[in-house]
Structure formats: C-alpha cells, structure tokens
C-alpha cells in the first residue's frame, strides 16, 4: 500500500470524523448523553472497517457482509442506548437509530459516496432538528387533539 492511498483513506475518516461529530454536535445541544465523540466514533470505525474490508478484497459479496456485520453490531449498541423512563415510555430512541444511521454515513464515506453521506447528514440532521419547528409542532398538536377526540 503506497503513502497516497493511505493519504486518501485518511482524508475519508477525516470526512467521517467531521460528519458524525456534527451529528453528535447536535445531540450534546439536545443534552443527551451519547454526542460528538460517540457519533463521530461511530462513523470513523464503519468507515474504517469498510475501507479496510474494500481494499482486501474485490469480492462485492465480502464488503456487502462487512456491511451487514456493521449494522447488526449498531444494532446491539442502540439496544443498550433504550431505556423506559419513569412513565414507563421508551427513551433514547432517537439517538439510537441517529448513531445507527451514522454508520452507514461512514460505510458511503469509505465506498466513495461522498455526495450521499453529506446528503445522508444533512438529512439525519432534519430528522433530529425537526421538533424545534413550529409548524411540525402544531401538526403533531393536531394530530394528538385529533386522535383524542375520534378514540
């Protein structure tokens, strides 16, 4: 392996550090307790694992497990990331499925998808910002006040 292909990995986990630490950014303003440095880990290791998983073999089948093997591993971190409060209601989800979706944002990354992670991103960051809207809220008021009225 010569230094430039090294060079160019490096950058894609300085690309993955970047995007899933801007992920993390945004949980730590939500005070939750898996932020920059989780989401950011999260998203170098996929990116790693695939690179290193792309570069040993050619076989799509072999990187398509590597894939796989990561996603089920996120899997098991986001199960221990879901508690029940005291009202007895699920909590953590959304950070849960946020870090699960950040490794496939470091996956892209390493297959040269570099477009679809930066979108991927942008839209885990809509998801994770969209209950600051006003008019989201309102609809999900409607809806409550709806539900209540017809159940």
Same mark, same amino acid.
């Given at each position: 392996?010569?230094i430039?292909? %090294?060079? *160019? &990995?490096s950058a894609?986990?300085l /690309? =993955?550090?970047? /995007?899933?630490?801007? &992920?993390?950014? %945004? ?9 920059? +440095?989780?989401? #950011?880990?999260?998203?170098?290791a !996929?990116? $790693?694992?695939? !690179?290193i !998983?792309?570069? /040993?073999? #050619?076989?799509? !089948?072999?990187i398509?497990?590597?894939? #796989?093997?990561?996603?089920?591993? &996120? ?5 221990? $990331?879901?508690?029940?409060? %005291?009202?007895? *209601?699920?909590k953590? /989800? ?5 870090? @699960?979706?950040?490794? =496939?944002?470091?996956?892209?990354i390493a297959l040269?998808?570099?477009?679809l =992670?930066?979108a991927?991103? *942008? ?6 910002t969209?209950?600051?809207?006003? @008019?989201? +809220?309102?609809?999900?008021?409607r809806l409550?006040?709806s ?5």
């Amino acid at each position: 392996m010569d230094i430039e292909f %090294e060079l *160019l &990995l490096s950058a894609k986990l300085l /690309l =993955a550090v970047f /995007l899933g630490g801007l &992920l993390g950014l %945004e949980r730590e303003r939500e005070q939750q307790n898996s932020g920059v +440095r989780t989401f #950011a880990c999260i998203c170098v290791a !996929s990116c $790693l694992f695939v !690179s290193i !998983s792309a570069h /040993l073999t #050619a076989d799509k !089948s072999a990187i398509a497990r590597m894939l #796989a093997a990561i996603a089920t591993g &996120l899997g098991f971190i986001g199960a221990g $990331l879901i508690f029940r409060d %005291e009202k007895n *209601l699920p909590k953590g /989800l959304t950070t849960a499925s946020g870090l @699960w979706t950040t490794s =496939a944002v470091g996956m892209a990354i390493a297959l040269n998808m570099f477009v679809l =992670a930066v979108a991927a991103t *942008l839209i885990i960051l809509l998801i994770f910002t969209i209950n600051q809207f006003g @008019w989201y +809220r309102r609809f999900v008021d409607r809806l409550i006040k709806s539900k209540k009225r017809n159940g």
